[in-house]
């Protein structure tokens, strides 16, 4: 707030050195200035997502942004679920505000000018806007943004130029696309799209929020006169057949030269640096420094987003030949229903503010465990057969951006999927669909789980009651509603336990060989899991075999403890506790299962169990 004009002295000895400091009090001084960028500052957000924003001050130390500020907002109660990230390639604060979750990004400037000149305009606005809404009643308001330009980055850190780069990304995407109402449409249909087929995480892998826009704004650029119907087809096309990683670039191309004044930053560049060359969908920002936004994307991801986009390719030709509709561009896929076999990783904790914090940290390294499952030492024969070389041998992993939260009561009881209070029990599942080779019969990810949950375990913020665990689960086990992808309506768990499908499961290899869209899976919250055999035992079903010890880091096998959901390692559960939390067989028909006991990884209890 601005400074009050403190009370002068009557004194007429003293009324000309008065006078003087009320002029040196009155010397404005430059704020903290928020800049708004992401879907937000596009105008494509909905009305659930987070809210990015940069925080532009004047000279000041970063670490008192990240401590100072923490500490100002963990005082006030109406803002929850302060986390900070200081160490992060681009630093943030994470925090929900009046249940609006925000991003909030600092950079500093060394000069307080251009601030000051924008918070004058700000004031000049505000006080028009005042006089009109006195006179004529309420009127609508538009924000009036910091315009940032190259002036902004001289002495910048790298952070903070990261930092700066996506709000001067959003800013130049409004100033120059060729119509920003056929713009915002298509790229709502864009992201509507990716985030229904579980595309839509930068975090994970995937694309997010700033990526998309970046690849409609280069449809839009090609095609200038082109209605949004015409836009979404050729953006489906277009990246259906792009030659990654040919890189995405907005005209006029790389910026390689820095503007005067500023120093020489970090470019993207592929041919000079090795690490620029290993990124698989390079799509680069338009403001100097050129970055690339998509550098967290592997090749799991990259392989079925490309899928997804020939997938779309396809239903718009089949619209424009009358044999779909536009609605079967939004269906959510057929996701779990393309696998014989998931990987299913639950994260819990005890209670929804503990679970926020545990949850960002795990899904921040859940991208390390997809990368491990593909390693080439999870296959237990590797040795080339025939035609088939080492490359052939590989498990291949599909991820899905999507979390299925489970609905837990005041007494730790699942009732379904769904949103648990704030004081109860919070667990999240999350999903990677597995695909063997034909001639594989053995896979042995026991190094990859464990390296995993070493990762998470060392998190110096864990605390009791955080917890992950990863199972194995056959597609005929899941839950409708997880088979419809979180489409169908949610039910509360029954007493009685659930009625498992006793259909066979087919191999699902590299081949066009999917599961069994007929079978039906379990309306319970929980997933039944695999048998999983020790080394070197007969596969007495038609699933493939994966052998995977228990996690022995303290000493003892995880399977003899209860799990997270109070059941057996087994997922058998106990007595009648099975029946009554839905966890397992319930009894009422055979259980298909590998000869041996269930092996499932989790993570290690802090009191040392």
Known sequence: QPQKEPTTNNNNNNNGKKKKSNNNNNKQNARVTLVTFGSYRLGVHSPHADMDVLALSPPIVRGAFFDTLVKMLRDDDRISGVHPIQTAYTPVVKFTLLGVAVDLLFARLTSETKLLEHQKRVAASNNKKKKKSTTAGTTATTRIEYAIDDSDLLGLDEPGVRSLNGARVAQLLLETVPNLDNYRTTLRAVKEWAAVHGLYSNVLGFLGGINYAILVACICKRHRDAKPATLLKAFFHTYATWNWPTPV?????????????????????????????????????????????????????????????????????????????????????????????????????????????????????????????????????????????????????????????????????????????????????????????????????????????????????????????????????????????????????????????????????????????????????????????????????????????????????????????????????????????????????????????????????????
């Not at 679970?355 to 921040?364: D, H, M, Q, T």
């Not at 035992?537 to 399977?559: C, M």
């Open 249 to 609: 670039v907005l005209p006029p191309g790389i910026s390689r030269q820095p503007p005067p004044g500023v120093s020489p930053l970090t470019v993207w560049d592929d041919k000079a640096n090795q690490r620029d060359r290993m990124h698989l969908m390079p799509i680069l920002t338009p403001a100097y420094p050129t970055m690339n936004s998509s550098y967290n994307v592997g090749w799991p991801q990259l392989r079925r987003m490309t899928s997804e986009f020939r997938n779309a390719s396809a239903i718009i030709t089949g619209i424009e030949k009358g044999t779909n509709k536009w609605t079967d561009l939004f269906q959510g896929g057929d996701f779990f229903r393309r696998h014989a076999n998931y990987l299913q990783v639950n994260i819990s904790a005890n209670d929804g503010a503990s679970f926020l914090e545990w949850f960002r940290l795990v899904e921040s390294r859940l991208r390390l465990l997809i990368a491990g499952l593909e390693a080439h030492d999870l296959i237990v024969n590797p040795e080339p057969i025939g035609d088939f070389g080492p490359h052939d041998y590989r498990l291949q992993v599909e991820p899905s951006a999507k979390f299925f939260e489970r609905k837990y009561d005041a007494n730790g009881r699942c009732r379904g999927f769904g949103k648990s209070d704030p004081d109860a029990k919070h667990e999240s599942c999350f999903f990677v669909g597995l695909r063997f080779p034909e001639h594989v019969e053995s896979v042995d990810p026991r190094y990859c789980l464990a390296e995993f949950l070493h990762v998470v375990d060392s998190w110096e913020g864990r605390r009791l009651g955080m917890d992950v665990s990863m199972a194995m689960v056959l597609q005929r086990d899941l839950p409708e509603y997880i088979l419809n992808g979180g489409s169908a309506q949610q039910k509360e768990i029954k007493s009685t336990g659930d009625e498992n499908s006793n259909s066979e499961s087919e191999n699902n290899s590299f081949g066009p060989n999917p599961a069994d869209d007929s079978s039906q899976g379990s309306d319970d919250c929980q997933v039944a899991t695999i048998e999983i055999p020790e080394p070197n035992q007969e596969d007495k079903t038609d699933a493939k075999k994966v052998n995977s010890q228990s996690n022995t880091r303290s000493g003892k096998p995880r399977d003899s403890r209860r799990n997270s959901s109070g059941c057996d390692g087994d997922g058998s559960g106990v007595g009648d506790n099975a029946k009554e939390n839905g966890c397992g067989n319930s009894g009422k028909g055979p259980k298909e299962t590998l000869p041996s006991p269930t092996k499932r990884a989790r993570t290690q209890s802090i009191n040392g169990e």
